[in-house]
């Protein structure tokens, strides 16, 4: 099978520089890069003024199939990462059953080969039932695909616990990805603790909630040498703790979600249970922290934490609507406009961030655009505008918080295995 990709602009950080290239994919594969490839009998793409990134890869979805196939579906979260730009998911496993042993493992990536629009990787529970009581079989569930160990949605509260899950993570040879919150000092809080949760009379969630925790599992990574990853940073503190111990040489990488470098906490006034999501939207100061933090290297990752919740669930007082924003849709808009576009961050460090470093924290395939490599390939458009109707969402729910915005830089086409899975803004259903 082949496919031509005409006049886009390559960004491959491995090259340095960007470059003007026809792109020729054969069986899954770049077969060709050159100026003016011959379109002749070939499906054809048109990339003219588009820039071509290795395939973003998001490390932070909530899938939710099996249990909660009402807010969203395997099949329903590809096409969403589809549409998004996305050729690969990691599947966090808060589902139901939690995704605490290699049958869960197996079924998801069952369900991901015969209905899913992107790849996806499944991410093991640490303990059993992500319960923080027992260490769930790790080594198990890495023999049948797991990737990474999270409990994510919940803390490890035992250190002693959290100790272990990292010696058995390093001896597998695969990250911990931590959900770093003390429960006891977050205390039931449901945003940001400060003026604007005073003013809404909401219980808040000071940042040291997700400091103190971060601290410990830094200095457990470096008392076991396991790689850490932190899970969606919110606060500066956070940045400055991990920027420190990668000083000292610490294993640790860390992500921050659009919603997190985006939106401050006055979110959530009009009690916008859409902008619920733990850890909770913080301040103008934590933002640029985030954004420092992106551009000198102490974030490697931006990851969507994609969380769908049913109206039904947000539809409710805001003490009693879960937390979670949907982020596959838009992400790269995103992306494009708050940080490329504002000049925190340059088209090289956008394809480490989406794609070289989370294949790299996973432990997948490399991820590059070169002859030979896959052809995984996410094509955006940096000039094309949308205002955001979560009515255009393929994702089974709609609980986003930028309802209404305009973004401007977007993803036009997904090109997963040498196949188009989104074109034109579109879903294009694969052949699976
Ligand atoms: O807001 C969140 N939603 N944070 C989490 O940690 C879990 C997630 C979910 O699963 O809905
Ligand atoms: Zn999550």
């Given amino acids: 099978m082949k496919l031509l990709i005409k006049n886009g602009t390559v960004i491959d950080p491995a090259t340095d520089k960007p470059f003007q290239a026809d792109v020729l994919c054969v069986d899954g594969k770049i077969a060709k890069m050159a100026e003016n490839i011959s379109s002749r009998g070939v499906k054809t793409i048109d990339a003219t003024g588009c820039l071509l990134f290795p395939g973003f890869i998001d490390m932070h979805v909530h899938l939710r199939e099996p249990g909660f196939e009402y807010k969203e579906t395997i099949a329903s979260g590809t096409r969403a990462a589809a549409r998004g730009g996305f050729t690969g998911v990691a599947a966090m496993p808060n589902t139901a059953p939690v995704a605490d042993n290699a049958a869960v493992i197996r079924f998801i990536l069952e369900k991901a080969a015969q209905s899913g629009s992107s790849r996806v990787y499944p991410i093991g ?139 401050t906490e006055e979110a959530v006034l009009g009690y916008n249970t859409n902008a619920k999501v733990n850890p909770p939207l913080r301040t103008e100061a934590d933002i640029e922290a985030l954004k420092e933090g992106l551009a000198d290297g102490t974030i490697d990752v931006i990851a969507t934490d994609h969380a769908p919740h049913a109206t039904h669930e947000k539809d409710k007082e805001f003490d009693y609507a879960p937390f979670g924003i949907l982020g596959l849709e838009t992400a790269v808009g995103l992306i494009f406009s708050e940080l490329v576009d504002k000049g925190v961050l340059t088209l090289n460090q956008v394809a480490c961030k989406c794609a070289l470093n989370p294949a790299r924290i996973l432990g997948l395939p490399e991820k590059k655009l070169q002859v030979g490599s896959d052809a995984d390939i996410t094509i955006i458009d940096p000039n094309r505008r949308e205002i955001v109707d979560p009515k255009d969402f393929v994702s089974l729910s709609s609980n986003s918080p930028f309802n209404g915005f305009t973004l401007k830089g977007l993803p036009v086409a997904t090109i997963l295995d040498g196949r188009i899975t989104m074109q034109d803004r579109v879903p294009v259903s694969t052949t699976n």
């Fill in 125 to 263: 529970a640490i303990t059993k039932g992500s319960q923080g009581k027992e260490l769930a079989p790790m080594a198990e569930m890495k023999k049948a695909g797991a990737v990474a160990f999270s409990d994510d949605g919940h803390p490890v509260t035992n250190a002693y616990l959290m100790r272990q899950a990292m010696e058995y993570a390093r001896m597998l040879k695969v990250p911990i990805i931590s959900h770093c919150e003390d429960t006891a000092l977050a205390a039931g809080g449901v945003m940001n603790e400060g003026y604007t949760a005073t003013v809404l009379g909401l219980k808040g969630i000071p940042s040291a909630a997700e400091e103190i925790m971060v601290a410990r599992d830094i200095l457990l990574a470096e008392m076991t040498g396991c790689a850490l990853h932190i899970a969606h940073v919110s606060t500066a503190g956070s940045v400055r703790l991990i920027r420190d111990a990668k000083r000292r040489g610490v294993p640790v990488t860390a992500e921050v979600t659009p919603h997190h470098f985006t939106l």
